[in-house]
């Protein structure tokens, strides 16, 4: 069964399940799911179940819920054309990295496997989408940067921002105009004790920026040195 047989709403929650599990080593549950689908528990247990029954998950009832190969199979090809659409509004329309998140998920559920194999070799076959997610290869392979959430990042370290989440697109914005993109390199010193703060010099003017958790849990970095 090809993925597009699927129902957009399951294509859905097979490539928010996948995307939960990429950065995080904490159990997807249906609780976290509806979170971050915003609909409630009851619409997504019933979901869940169905997606079960079709052999695309496990999920035993209150526990996690975890991907079988097919179901992995399947949220792979989702995201890869989730972040090829993305790249592709970006480097060829010119659209923000703020501005293509709610693009793409319509975009994703109409396109062909052909026309996604065409963006791929339009573009050169990229590997990091313009949020640094990795791009898996269309057979499937993925590379994920060796990254740490900057929340941990707290003694004094230069680091290299490798992904930036897009799950708040006005947070996005705020980066973009102090520079703070994927590849830009930062120096981290801690903010005021009990702030839960660090505190970075913009990339773009050189000011002191304090960035709280809203701001560093939303950005994975790879330490390059000491500041």
């Known amino acids: 069964m090809s993925v597009n047989q699927l129902s957009d709403s399951a294509q859905n929650y097979l490539k928010i399940i996948y995307g939960l599990a990429e950065w995080s080593q904490e159990p997807v549950t249906a609780s976290v799911i509806a979170g971050k689908a915003g ?11 169905k997606l079960r029954q079709q052999g695309l998950l496990d999920h035993a009832p209150y526990g996690a819920v975890n991907l079988t190969d097919l179901g992995r199979d399947y949220a792979v090809t989702m995201v890869r054309r989730h972040r090829l659409i993305e790249t592709f509004l970006v480097q060829m329309l010119g659209y923000r990295w703020d501005q293509v998140h709610d693009e793409a998920e319509q975009l994703e559920h109409a396109v062909s496997d ?7 070799e339009l573009l050169g076959h990229p590997s990091r989408d313009p949020h ?3 791009i898996p290869t269309a057979e499937g392979q993925i590379s994920i940067p060796k990254a740490v959430s900057l929340t ?5 370290s230069q680091v290299q921002v490798e992904r930036i989440s897009d799950d708040d697109s006005q947070l ?3 980066f973009s105009d102090h520079g703070i993109t994927v590849g830009a390199r ?14 970075v010099a913009s990339p773009k003017t050189g000011a002191p920026l304090r960035l709280g958790q809203r701001a560093t849990s939303a950005v994975w970095v790879s330490v390059i040195g000491r500041a």
């Open 186 to 199: 930062l120096s981290i010193q801690p903010g005021d004790a009990f702030s839960d703060t660090v505190e």
């Open 132 to 134: 640094g997610d990795p």
């Open 152 to 156: 941990e990042i707290t003694d004094g």
């Open 172 to 174: 996005l914005q705020y």
């Open 39 to 49: 609909m409630k528990l009851s619409t997504v247990s019933g979901a869940l179940s």
């Open 114 to 120: 052909f026309m996604i194999a065409r963006i791929d």
